[in-house]
Structure formats: C-alpha cells, structure tokens
C-alpha cells in the first residue's frame, strides 16, 4: 500500500480557500444587508424544506443542548427547539435575532437563547454545548478557524450545510446580465480543511427544486438582486427580463420563480 505524503508538502487548504474568495462573483454580505432583509429573509424561511431535510439528518436527540451558529431568523432553531433540551442561537445581526426573538414568543417557545455574537467574537461565555450546528453560514474569511471553533464548542456532533457549486446563487443570471460567475470556494475546500485537521466527516446532500415561491414580483425581483451588485439601468431591464420570463401567478396571489438548475447543499457532520 502507498504511503501517504507528508504533511508539509500538501496543500494550504485553507490557503486556497481564502484566495478562491478573491474571486468570487458575489460580495459577503454585512451586518446592514442581513438587517434589512431580516422580515423578508424571515417570511420565506419559515417552514423550509432545508430546515425539515437538514433536522432529519440530525437525528435530533430530547437532551441535547444545541449550539446554532449564525442562526438567521430562528430557521433551525425554531422547528429544532421541541426536538431538544435547549438551543443557543448565535447571530450577527440584531434584526435576525429580533425575528427570532417575535418568532419564539409567537410560537409558545422558551428554551431558545438568542446572543449576538459572530464568528470573529469571542465565545468564551458561551459553554461548550453537546452539539453544534452552522447551516449555511460558513462565508467566513477564515474557514479554518471557524470549523475549529465548532468543533471546540461541541462535546459530541457537529452538522453544517455548505454550498456545492453555485449553492443559491444562479449563473444563467449572471449571463442574463452579461457578467461572468465566480462562484468561489464550496464544500469541498471545508471537506479537505476538516481532512488536514485529522476530521474524517460523513457527506450527504441536500438537493431541492428549481422553483421558489414569493409574495409578489418585487419580493422576487428584490432577492435576484441580492445575488448581484452594482446593477446599472440597462442591468436592472435585464435582470427584471429574466425574472419575468420565469415567473408564474398562483390563485393565492403569490408569484413563483423556476431557474434551471437545482440548489444543491453538502450536509457534512461529524463526531468530535
């Protein structure tokens, strides 16, 4: 059998991730974005497929304590709540947790503690939890230290969702518009990161339909833009030229969106 390399001559993954970024077609959102797209980010979120495929997979167990790493508007710790003992619900934007915060209350529900709290504060009046999750909040400067930090946080399991591929984005937008697509570092740089920590984790993906459906045409037309930056006049014509070619009316007045290619998630877990 082949011996394996040695360490010092494999690759920085981590290296390679943070200059995949560089490249990227899209800009990580800030504190600002995700605050004013809390409500609509909240509305679309509430009763997700992703929330229901992603907690199947946890197998979630009734004393668990869990720790929800960039939580959003409470879209996994809300279903996740009754399923466990507790849930702590870290997040970096203040409307995020307000969300949650209206959310919990309206539901009847008491053991979701939420902080504000990002992946670059300090953690260390947080306790390790049994458990640790970060759905679809890996788009970190440093992937590395962000997976150590689940991992030290957590006395048994780790679940995360990362982006394959694309993820959300939708290139054939990119192209309507006349612009390249980058889509920068997905899963596999956090698989082999994990691999050059000594983590041999366990891989499934979660794969859901082309179409979403939205509360009206500028609801549709205002989460494509999210996807994109700077639009100019002759942008804005086109990108509002795509979203109208793909859009259906429903009899509840909502409208749907269909894009070619599937949203693909890698569900990576592992035992600490």
Known sequence: MASQPPEDSLPDWNLLYQQARRRKSWRRKKKGDWNRRAAD?????????????????????????????????????????????????????????????????????????????????????????????AARSLAVTDLRAALVKLAAWSRHKVFIADRVGAGPFDPELFASLGRDFEPGPDYIYTVNILFQLGIRPT?????????????????????????????????????????????????????????????TWAFISWEV
Request: with cysteine; proline share 6%; hydrophobic share 40%.
């Open 203 to 263: 891989i499934d993906y979660l794969e859901f339909d082309q179409q979403r459906t939205y509360a009206d045409r500028n609801t549709a037309l205002a989460a494509c833009r999210w996807m994109v930056e700077d639009l100019d006049r002759a942008e804005e014509l086109r990108l509002a030229a795509y979203v109208d070619e793909r859009l259906t009316s429903n009899q509840d007045g909502t409208v749907s969106f269909s894009r070619n290619a599937p949203v």
């Open 41 to 133: 980010f909240a509305k679309r979120t509430a009763d997700s497929d992703f929330a229901r495929l992603f907690i199947e997979r946890m197998a979630p167990e009734p004393h668990w304590r869990v720790l929800d790493v960039g939580c959003g508007p409470g879209t996994l710790a809300l279903p996740l709540a009754p399923l466990v003992k507790e849930v702590t619900a870290l997040d970096f934007s203040p409307a995020m947790l307000e969300q949650l915060a209206d959310r919990q209350q309206a539901a009847g529900i008491s053991n979701i503690h939420g902080q504000l709290r990002s992946w670059d504060d300090e953690w260390q009046e947080i306790p390790p939890h049994d458990v640790c999750i």
